[in-house]
């Protein structure tokens, strides 16, 4: 049976190889690779035009949303891609119409929320890369708690969070201080927004989870 396709979505920049310079799909290795152990076939893809989504959708099996600037980050910050802000929210709105697996990742999680007419907190100051381990407690009934349990240990770095909850969504995680650290699609069959770092942890499960259900 053949694998699952997985679109990961990127970001453009530039790249250099030799002398040549040109801008490029980027997105970190760990991406690749743990959904490839999990069984996947990972495919990059480029924030192409909104009108292309439709075709991914169909094509693919499931998707990952990647980490990056902020959605709607502000154009003198330097981080802003508004490109890649316009694909994202297209595709999660056609994969959550379409019942397609997803799982967000950090920004993929400010953009799910984004997408479905929810706001997010503003950012506090510039952001840190840092990744700090924090406690969450999820929702055991939840998707992400059949597949988790109703702790976790993750890592994550400061950064926006959700402000006002999306239509259709729904909170499963949140930290000590009661933020929100999850969210989930109702009535989806595995829909689900982390605001973690999953792919620098231990812990695969997710990713197993992801490729089961783009299995189906």
């Known amino acids: 049976m053949p694998r699952p396709l997985i679109g990961i979505t990127s970001h453009l920049e530039p790249a250099r190889w030799g002398s040549w310079v040109r801008e ?17 076939l990972p495919v990059v893809l480029p924030p192409v035009h909104p009108r292309r989504v439709g075709d991914l959708v169909a094509r693919f099996d499931g998707f990952l949303l990647t980490t990056g600037a902020p959605v709607g980050a502000d154009e003198d910050s330097g981080e802003a ?22 799982l967000a990742v950090e920004r993929g999680l400010l953009v799910l929320n ?8 503003p950012a506090r100051g510039r952001r840190s890369p840092r990744l700090t381990e924090t406690d969450v407690t999820v929702n055991v009934s939840s998707a992400l708690g059949k597949v988790l349990g109703d702790r976790a240990r993750v890592r994550r770095a400061e950064g926006p969070g959700v402000n006002r909850i999306g239509t259709g969504l729904v909170p499963v995680a949140w930290d000590a201080a009661q933020a929100v650290e999850a969210l989930e699609v109702a009535d989806h069959p595995f829909g689900i ?18 490729v089961e259900q783009a299995a189906g």
């Open 193 to 210: 927004g982390v605001r973690w770092r999953p792919e620098e942890s231990a812990d695969r499960r997710l990713f197993r989870a992801l």
């Open 81 to 102: 891609d508004p490109r890649r802000d316009r694909f994202e929210t297209e595709l999660v709105r056609a994969a959550v119409a379409a019942r397609r697996p997803f």
């Open 114 to 121: 984004v997408a479905m007419d929810g706001t997010l907190l």
């Open 24 to 40: 490029a799909a980027v997105v970190a290795t760990p991406f690749l690779r743990e959904v490839d152990r999990a069984g996947g």
